[in-house]
């Protein structure tokens, strides 16, 4: 389903119940680049879908790895995407089952120096989520926007169990809190990124179901001249256990 900020949905409560004063709506761009919400039904939005013995297009692709499944209300078209021990891509690399962008239709996921993006999205892990991360070397990756080596920018679970937004790929690595994981809960996020290698130009800011939670940051987004943007996960093989995370409602807005 397509995502909807907690910002509006309570702008409509209060506007249904007579009140003269809206919360405050959550800016995003008025130019939509690139939807991934998985509202066809399946995976097909997307250039490319990564897991283990697949690397190309998803096509009607549908295994315990990545599947759209009907998540109840408000997230009846919603991606599931499960790792176990293993699952490994043709490619090599860490354990993953993550989609990505690439050319055609899906090519407004790339960013490009200079680039203004907001990152509308909701996302669950799953009840059984139990966080894998065994120490500071190994990675836990739900989205990830990637040039080359290590994410200058990715949402990744921290050894303390919380998502951060930040990136290792770049000089002096960064790791922001967006909130608690808070496994079966939907959180509605909007991830508003400037795109640059300059640290003076490139910032990071977030909000989690219509509330700020990361003030602008600046930092450098990027390493290399353009980034993909990935989701799904990707966690290092010392993760162990068998991790789910779904996804839901991805749009891409630029000015």
């Given at each position: 389903?397509?995502?909807?900020s907690?910002?509006?949905?309570?702008a409509?409560l209060?506007?249904?119940a007579?009140?003269?004063?809206?919360?405050p709506?959550?800016?995003?761009?008025?130019?939509v680049?690139?939807?991934?919400?998985?509202?066809?039904g399946?995976?097909?939005?997307w250039?490319?879908?990564?897991?283990?013995?697949?690397?190309?297009?998803?096509?009607?692709?549908?295994?315990?790895r990545?599947?759209?499944?009907?998540?109840g209300?408000?997230?009846?078209?919603?991606?599931?995407?499960?790792?176990?021990?293993?699952?490994?891509?043709?490619?090599?690399?860490g354990?993953?089952?993550?989609?990505?962008?690439?050319?055609?239709?899906?090519?407004?996921?790339?960013?490009?120096?200079?680039d203004?993006?907001w990152y509308?999205?909701?996302v669950k892990?799953?009840?059984?989520f139990?966080?894998?991360?065994?120490?500071?070397a190994?990675?836990?990756?739900?989205m990830?926007?990637?040039?080359?080596?290590?994410p200058?920018l990715?949402l990744q679970?921290?050894?303390?169990?919380?998502?951060?937004?930040?990136?290792?790929?770049?000089?002096r690595r960064y790791h922001?809190?967006?909130?608690?994981?808070?496994?079966?809960?939907?959180?509605?996020?909007?991830?508003?990124v400037?795109?640059?290698?300059?640290?003076?130009?490139?910032?990071?800011?977030?909000w989690?179901?219509?509330?700020?939670?990361?003030?602008r940051?600046?930092?450098?987004t990027?390493t290399t001249e353009?980034?993909?943007?990935?989701?799904?996960?990707?966690?290092?093989?010392?993760?162990?256990?068998?991790?789910?995370?779904?996804?839901?409602?991805?749009r891409?807005?630029?000015?």
């Amino acid at each position: 389903m397509r995502f909807r900020s907690a910002a509006l949905a309570a702008a409509v409560l209060a506007t249904a119940a007579g009140c003269a004063t809206e919360p405050p709506r959550v800016p995003v761009g008025s130019r939509v680049v690139f939807v991934g919400d998985y509202d066809t039904g399946n995976l097909t939005q997307w250039a490319t879908l990564q897991t283990q013995d697949w690397s190309q297009f998803a096509g009607d692709y549908c295994t315990y790895r990545a599947c759209v499944h009907d998540d109840g209300e408000g997230h009846s078209t919603a991606a599931r995407f499960e790792v176990r021990d293993g699952d490994v891509p043709p490619f090599g690399g860490g354990e993953r089952a993550e989609v990505r962008t690439g050319d055609g239709p899906s090519s407004g996921g790339y960013a490009f120096e200079g680039d203004e993006r907001w990152y509308e999205m909701s996302v669950k892990f799953d009840e059984s989520f139990r966080n894998p991360r065994v120490s500071s070397a190994g990675w836990f990756i739900v989205m990830q926007w990637f040039g080359y080596g290590a994410p200058a920018l990715a949402l990744q679970v921290s050894e303390s169990n919380t998502l951060d937004f930040g990136g290792d790929g770049v000089p002096r690595r960064y790791h922001r809190s967006i909130g608690e994981v808070r496994p079966g809960e939907w959180v509605d996020y909007i991830l508003h990124v400037k795109f640059s290698k300059n640290p003076s130009v490139g910032f990071v800011e977030a909000w989690a179901d219509g509330l700020l939670v990361l003030p602008r940051y600046n930092r450098p987004t990027m390493t290399t001249e353009s980034s993909y943007l990935k989701q799904g996960i990707y966690r290092d093989a010392d993760a162990g256990g068998t991790q789910v995370v779904w996804h839901d409602g991805l749009r891409v807005t630029a000015p």
